[in-house]
């Protein structure tokens, strides 16, 4: 996360809560452990930011691994543009390539 509560791509893993909020729809909310932040989008300048409420977010996947992450069924996803360190999360319309797969990993 940059110093403006902003979320950036890095090369090391954050821990993130996922708490499912309805299975049969994927919606979930995602909490940021290390900031006390959740993760959601600013409509205004479309990028993922950090809030202290809660936003209500679809996670979809065709194979269970690798989701889009987005409003409950709008076609825009968080979409890391070059996949670079310190590189902003977008909120785009779905483009062709990985870049808008997010994965998760079980923290033990």
């Known amino acids: 996360m940059s ?3 902003e979320f950036v791509g890095h090369d090391v893993a954050q821990i993130i809560q996922v708490d499912v909020k309805d299975v049969v729809q994927h919606l ?27 936003q209500v977010l679809q996670l979809s ?6 989701f889009e992450i987005h409003p ?20 785009e319309p779905a483009p ?5 797969y997010w994965t998760f990993e079980k923290a033990k």
């Open 28 to 54: 979930a909310t995602l909490y940021d452990t290390e900031t006390n932040l959740y993760l959601g989008i600013d409509q205004i300048d479309g990028k993922v930011k950090g809030f202290t409420d809660p």
């Open 72 to 91: 409950k069924d709008v076609d825009e996803v968080w979409y890391l543009k070059d996949g670079g360190n310190w590189t902003f999360i977008t909120v």
């Open 3 to 5: 110093g403006n509560k």
């Open 96 to 100: 062709a390539s990985d870049a808008k």
């Open 61 to 66: 996947s065709e194979d269970g691994v690798k």
